[in-house]
């Protein structure tokens, strides 16, 4: 069941998106503590023991575009931590043993069964490569459907390719990831279609995006989870997030003082989905 941290509020169904002064918000986000780029809604100190935990180990990253974004945070926040995380792109496999982040461009956006096949491959290939984490991670546009049931089956399919994996490479932990979410679209149509009950553009698909994500989380609680999502939706405030609510439960959404296209991250939202990621990969090796 999804989780909402802030419902305080007399109105339930209204929007918890704060669309004014986006700019001087987020700005805020990152300027909270100084000239920190934590961004304050982060645990600093407990983001340094892990990011000094992440700069001991080898951790594959499966991604497409809004990996990018994630690891551009991470870069910016291990320099500013002065932690020295390594992060090497590859294609085939790493040519070397040291620590670090290797990440390659994984399968076909829009076609996540084939991120899902790349990704076993490459973990089971006659040389088994050395790793101590691996994640993959979706992107937005592998779930931009508005049938539940896709959500379902591709939660699926992930889930026996987890299994696999977890019986043919024991040595590597693998940490599932939530799907990338997007920012409500608004229109002039947009009060309308709120006062007639059929959502802003866009929110049946991340209707879709969140029961995959309430799938990963309760079928994964307990051990380390990539949350991108819950990092995406944080609204830079105490519990605060981005979303909406559908037949009494919350679902989350990219906020917009996370993104500048909707989709991708910008440097607010980075911030926030590499700090979600240091921690989820570093935490991999001492949880279940």
């Given at each position: 069941?999804?989780?909402?941290t802030?419902?305080?509020?007399?109105?339930m169904?209204?929007?918890?998106?704060?669309?004014a002064?986006?700019t001087?918000?987020?700005?805020a986000g990152l300027?909270a503590?100084?000239?920190?780029?934590?961004?304050?809604n982060?645990?600093?100190?407990?983001?340094?023991?892990?990011a000094?935990?992440?700069a001991?180990?080898?951790?594959l990253f499966?991604?497409?575009?809004?990996?990018g974004n994630?690891?551009?945070?991470?870069?910016?926040?291990?320099?500013?931590?002065?932690?020295?995380?390594r992060i090497?792109?590859?294609?085939?496999?790493?040519r070397?043993r040291g620590?670090?982040?290797f990440?390659?461009r994984?399968?076909?956006?829009?076609k996540?069964?084939?991120?899902v096949?790349?990704?076993?491959?490459?973990?089971?290939?006659s040389?088994?490569?050395?790793?101590d984490?691996?994640?993959?991670k979706?992107?937005?546009?592998?779930?931009d459907?508005t049938?539940?049931g896709?959500?379902?089956?591709l939660?699926?399919?992930?889930a026996?390719?987890?299994?696999?994996?977890?019986?043919?490479?024991p040595?590597?932990?693998?940490?599932?990831a939530?799907?990338?979410?997007?920012?409500?679209?608004?229109t002039?149509k947009?009060?309308?279609?709120?006062?007639i009950?059929?959502?802003?553009?866009?929110?049946?698909?991340?209707?879709v995006?969140?029961?995959y994500?309430?799938?990963?989380?309760t079928t994964?609680?307990?051990?380390?989870?990539f949350?991108?999502a819950?990092?995406?939706s944080?609204?830079?405030?105490?519990?605060?997030?981005s979303?909406?609510?559908?037949?009494?439960?919350?679902?989350?959404?990219l906020s917009?003082?996370?993104?500048?296209?909707?989709g991708?991250?910008?440097?607010?939202?980075?911030?926030?989905?590499?700090?979600?990621f240091?921690?989820?990969?570093?935490?991999a090796?001492?949880?279940?």
């Amino acid at each position: 069941m999804l989780h909402m941290t802030d419902m305080g509020m007399t109105d339930m169904k209204r929007r918890q998106v704060v669309v004014a002064g986006l700019t001087t918000v987020a700005a805020a986000g990152l300027s909270a503590c100084g000239d920190s780029a934590v961004p304050a809604n982060v645990d600093s100190s407990a983001l340094v023991a892990a990011a000094r935990r992440l700069a001991g180990i080898r951790v594959l990253f499966a991604h497409q575009s809004v990996g990018g974004n994630v690891l551009h945070g991470v870069e910016a926040l291990a320099q500013e931590l002065q932690i020295p995380i390594r992060i090497v792109d590859f294609k085939g496999l790493p040519r070397d043993r040291g620590p670090g982040i290797f990440h390659f461009r994984v399968g076909e956006n829009g076609k996540p069964e084939t991120k899902v096949d790349a990704f076993v491959e490459l973990l089971t290939r006659s040389e088994r490569p050395l790793f101590d984490v691996a994640v993959l991670k979706f992107c937005y546009v592998d779930l931009d459907v508005t049938d539940a049931g896709r959500a379902k089956s591709l939660f699926k399919y992930f889930a026996n390719a987890h299994q696999k994996l977890q019986l043919t490479r024991p040595d590597v932990r693998q940490v599932p990831a939530t799907m990338p979410l997007m920012a409500e679209i608004n229109t002039w149509k947009t009060p309308i279609r709120r006062l007639i009950g059929m959502g802003a553009y866009g929110d049946a698909e991340n209707i879709v995006r969140n029961v995959y994500n309430a799938e990963v989380r309760t079928t994964f609680r307990g051990t380390s989870i990539f949350d991108i999502a819950n990092a995406e939706s944080m609204e830079g405030g105490p519990g605060r997030q981005s979303g909406f609510m559908q037949n009494g439960q919350f679902m989350q959404t990219l906020s917009p003082l996370n993104t500048g296209d909707g989709g991708h991250l910008n440097e607010l939202g980075s911030r926030l989905a590499a700090a979600e990621f240091i921690r989820a990969a570093a935490n991999a090796l001492t949880l279940p």
